[in-house]
């Protein structure tokens, strides 16, 4: 399977990394070479296999639903590119992550 | 008296109790020997003064005659756990100088039985990798050395955890192993290291790579100090839903040295083609000692083996381009800006993800892309029951299965580098384990004509690391590996 450099770009898109135009062809031989090395696994009927969701045999634990945890949004922002208060003078006034402008 | 980082942590641990030297004696002497090898570039952060403190507190509890299991035993820590107050990377530049304010389950598991902490070791950008050659805070050296004196890889991803517990950096340390990334490096530095079985350790506050292979173990320098490390970190964890609520057994326990009638199997699809005359040899040797003690081999068959590596190179890939979208550049880590709020993402994926990083995500996002699911991701999902299964029939004519851990020894840094493939065949042997998710062991067995050491691995049924660690011991005692490296 040989990925074309539209491919490779779409994919990129996909994956919110930028590729430039300059490393698309590089980038569209690498991936191709893995894909081409996983064809191998089309010798393998599988038909009649189900696909594998666990190696565990357990059910999924289930709990109630109720907060366990929270209540500490300082400690939330600490990492924060870009943290902001509602009021810059006023510490209690909640903390929010900042993002560009989505809205115009 | 042996210098005190000589010591295993079996030894650490004795003489702590019988207060033949302090906790605070046995810090000091790992943090002059963690400065003394800075060459290696095993330490992406080193807490002196944190493992000073927490000396302080192990010996003040030792004067009580209330030590826990780990009292004052200096390990280091993969870069992948996030330790509170304590800077975690993943190796990476999107993570760099991002502190988190939690712990993570395994580390306060060990900090709870008494631990210190020297520091945050070096490892590949987010796990992936076979040489420790992709972080982002520069390659490890391996200590052992060729006689060309080339420089060699520690192998990866835990890198910086093979190579500081090697070097006596640290009394052991912790990995994390996707694919193979506790038990090759430990094979190519001289070193025991654990990978258990899925479920048995929590993956709560691991850095996420490959969410259904990823899980947490130990490194250290014998099978007895491996042990001593899993009891600690195992254990049922609420915040992992995959984690299983078993009782931890006494891990050390196990290793009564008694392999008498035990069935070990020998598959015979591991005889890969271009597998070295030394590799070969090795597992031979292996199969003496393993008789000798009196346990039977078996010829078994694991007719899948030769997919699991493209069945691994599509569910990693695919699990991590999704475990990795959280890398957005809004709440933590790098942002890079951008004119939208699109192309702040893509500008700070871009710069914040090393190259092979990068390309895992593409494939990933290749193989989960619409139209091709079915054909890669579930295709291989399927493939990976029929692994499973290989492994569940073997179990009828076996109790563990002995292999090499890895195809080579230690190659040099820059080696294999041009070719993607090439790196990942290094976890031919290793990857099977982690489809199935069992547990495997690599155990320090023996030297290459170049003179780097060898190891080889030991696969379990599920949760029966106990197996594991006794026929481990056995292998180990017959090795008799004393070499060490030249730092």
Same mark, same amino acid.
């Given at each position: 399977?040989?990925?074309?450099?539209?491919?490779?770009?779409?994919?990129?898109?996909?994956?919110?990394?930028?590729?430039?135009?300059?490393?698309?062809?590089?980038?569209?031989?690498?991936?191709?070479?893995?894909?081409?090395?996983?064809?191998?696994?089309?010798?393998?009927?599988?038909?009649?296999?189900?696909?594998?969701?666990?190696?565990?045999?357990?059910?999924?634990?289930?709990?109630?639903?109720?907060?366990?945890?929270?209540?500490?949004?300082?400690?939330?922002?600490?990492?924060?590119?870009?943290?902001?208060?509602?009021?810059?003078?006023?510490?209690?006034?909640?903390?929010?992550?900042?993002?560009?402008?989505?809205?115009? | 008296?042996?210098?005190?980082?000589?010591?295993?942590?079996?030894?650490?641990?004795?003489?702590?109790?019988?207060?033949?030297?302090?906790?605070?004696?046995?810090?000091?002497?790992?943090?002059?020997?963690?400065?003394?090898?800075?060459?290696?570039?095993?330490?992406?952060?080193?807490?002196?003064?944190?493992?000073?403190?927490?000396?302080?507190?192990?010996?003040?509890?030792?004067?009580?005659?209330?030590?826990?299991?780990?009292? @004052?035993?200096?390990?280091?820590?993969?870069?992948?756990?996030?330790?509170?107050?304590? $800077?975690?990377?993943?190796?990476?530049?999107?993570?760099? @100088?991002?502190?988190?304010?939690?712990?993570?389950?395994?580390?306060?598991?060990?900090?709870?039985?008494?631990?210190?902490?020297?520091?945050?070791?070096?490892?590949?950008?987010?796990?992936?990798?076979?040489?420790?050659? =992709?972080?982002?805070?520069?390659?490890?050296?391996?200590?052992?050395?060729?006689?060309?004196?080339?420089?060699?890889?520690?192998?990866?991803?835990?890198?910086?955890?093979?190579?500081?517990?090697?070097?006596?950096?640290?009394?052991?340390? =912790?990995?994390?192993?996707?694919?193979?990334?506790?038990? $090759?490096?430990?094979?190519?530095?001289?070193?025991?290291?654990?990978?258990?079985?899925?479920?048995?350790?929590?993956?709560?506050?691991?850095?996420?790579?490959? #969410?259904?292979?990823?899980?947490?173990?130990?490194? +250290?320098?014998?099978?007895?100090?491996?042990?001593?490390?899993?009891? +600690?970190?195992?254990?049922?964890?609420?915040?992992?839903?995959? #984690?299983?609520?078993?009782?931890?057994?006494?891990?050390?326990?196990?290793?009564?040295?008694?392999?008498?009638?035990?069935?070990?199997?020998?598959?015979?699809?591991?005889?890969?083609?271009?597998?070295?005359?030394?590799?070969?040899?090795?597992?031979?040797?292996?199969?003496?000692?393993?008789?000798?003690?009196?346990?039977?081999?078996?010829?078994? #068959?694991?007719?899948?083996?030769?997919?699991?590596?493209?069945?691994?190179?599509?569910?990693?890939?695919?699990?991590?381009?999704?475990?990795?979208?959280?890398?957005?550049?809004?709440?933590?880590?790098?942002?890079?800006?951008?004119?939208?709020?699109?192309?702040?993402?893509?500008?700070?994926?871009?710069?914040?993800?090393?190259?092979?990083?990068?390309?895992?995500?593409?494939?990933? =996002?290749?193989?989960?892309?619409?139209?091709?699911?079915?054909?890669?991701?579930?295709?291989? $999902?399927?493939?990976?029951?029929?692994?499973?299964?290989?492994?569940?029939?073997?179990?009828?004519?076996?109790?563990?299965?002995?292999?090499?851990?890895?195809?080579?020894?230690?190659?040099?840094?820059?080696?294999?580098?041009?070719?993607?493939?090439?790196?990942?065949?290094?976890?031919?042997?290793?990857?099977?384990?982690?489809?199935?998710?069992?547990?495997?062991?690599?155990?320090?067995?023996?030297? #290459?004509?170049?003179?780097?050491?060898?190891?080889?691995?030991?696969?379990?049924?599920?949760?029966?690391?106990?197996?594991?660690?006794?026929?481990?011991?056995?292998?180990?005692?017959?090795?008799?590996?004393? +070499?060490?490296?030249?730092?």
């Amino acid at each position: 399977m040989s990925l074309d450099q539209a491919t490779v770009a779409r994919i990129a898109v996909l994956a919110r990394i930028k590729l430039p135009e300059a490393e698309r062809e590089k980038m569209a031989k690498e991936l191709s070479g893995i894909l081409d090395w996983v064809e191998m696994l089309k010798d393998l009927d599988t038909s009649k296999v189900e696909a594998m969701t666990s190696t565990v045999e357990m059910v999924l634990p289930q709990r109630a639903d109720k907060v366990t945890d929270g209540g500490y949004p300082a400690a939330v922002l600490t990492n924060a590119t870009e943290p902001v208060r509602i009021s810059q003078t006023d510490d209690s006034s909640g903390g929010f992550f900042t993002v560009p402008k989505v809205v115009e | 008296m042996a210098t005190l980082t000589d010591l295993t942590i079996a030894g650490l641990r004795d003489g702590l109790r019988a207060r033949k030297f302090s906790a605070v004696e046995v810090a000091d002497a790992y943090i002059g020997a963690m400065a003394k090898n800075r060459h290696l570039n095993a330490f992406i952060v080193e807490t002196p003064d944190l493992a000073r403190e927490q000396a302080k507190v192990a010996d003040a509890r030792l004067a009580k005659g209330e030590g826990r299991d780990l009292e @004052g035993v200096p390990l280091g820590i993969k870069d992948l756990f996030c330790t509170k107050g304590v $800077q975690t990377t993943a190796g990476s530049n999107i993570l760099k @100088g991002f502190v988190p304010p939690y712990e993570s389950t395994v580390t306060a598991n060990l900090f709870a039985a008494g631990a210190t902490m020297l520091g945050k070791l070096n490892l590949d950008e987010f796990a992936m990798g076979s040489a420790n050659i =992709t972080s982002a805070f520069g390659h490890v050296k391996n200590p052992w050395t060729r006689k060309d004196g080339k420089d060699l890889v520690p192998g990866g991803s835990s890198g910086g955890s093979a190579a500081a517990v090697a070097a006596r950096i640290v009394a052991g340390a =912790t990995g994390t192993d996707t694919g193979g990334s506790i038990r $090759q490096p430990a094979s190519f530095v001289g070193i025991a290291g654990l990978k258990p079985t899925y479920g048995r350790c929590s993956r709560w506050g691991i850095v996420a790579f490959a #969410s259904s292979l990823d899980q947490a173990g130990p490194m +250290a320098r014998d099978v007895r100090d491996t042990a001593i490390l899993l009891k +600690a970190m195992a254990g049922h964890d609420p915040k992992d839903s995959t #984690s299983v609520p078993r009782p931890v057994p006494d891990y050390e326990k196990a290793l009564t040295g008694d392999v008498k009638g035990l069935r070990f199997g020998i598959p015979k699809e591991y005889r890969v083609d271009g597998m070295p005359a030394e590799i070969e040899k090795l597992w031979q040797q292996g199969i003496e000692w393993l008789k000798a003690a009196g346990a039977i081999p078996v010829e078994i #068959s694991l007719p899948h083996t030769k997919y699991a590596l493209p069945t691994y190179y599509i569910i990693a890939p695919a699990e991590a381009s999704s475990n990795l979208a959280r890398y957005d550049g809004v709440r933590y880590g790098l942002r890079v800006p951008g004119n939208s709020l699109d192309e702040m993402y893509e500008n700070t994926r871009a710069q914040g993800f090393g190259a092979e990083v990068r390309r895992r995500i593409l494939i990933g =996002t290749y193989v989960l892309s619409a139209g091709y699911y079915d054909a890669y991701y579930l295709k291989a $999902q399927k493939v990976r029951t029929l692994i499973f299964n290989d492994f569940r029939e073997a179990w009828k004519q076996c109790d563990v299965v002995l292999t090499p851990t890895a195809p080579s020894a230690a190659f040099a840094i820059g080696d294999k580098q041009d070719d993607p493939i090439a790196m990942y065949l290094n976890d031919v042997f290793t990857v099977p384990v982690n489809l199935a998710g069992l547990p495997g062991l690599s155990v320090p067995a023996g030297l #290459s004509a170049d003179g780097l050491p060898l190891g080889l691995q030991l696969i379990g049924k599920p949760f029966d690391e106990e197996t594991l660690l006794r026929v481990g011991g056995v292998v180990e005692t017959a090795a008799n590996f004393t +070499a060490r490296p030249g730092v």
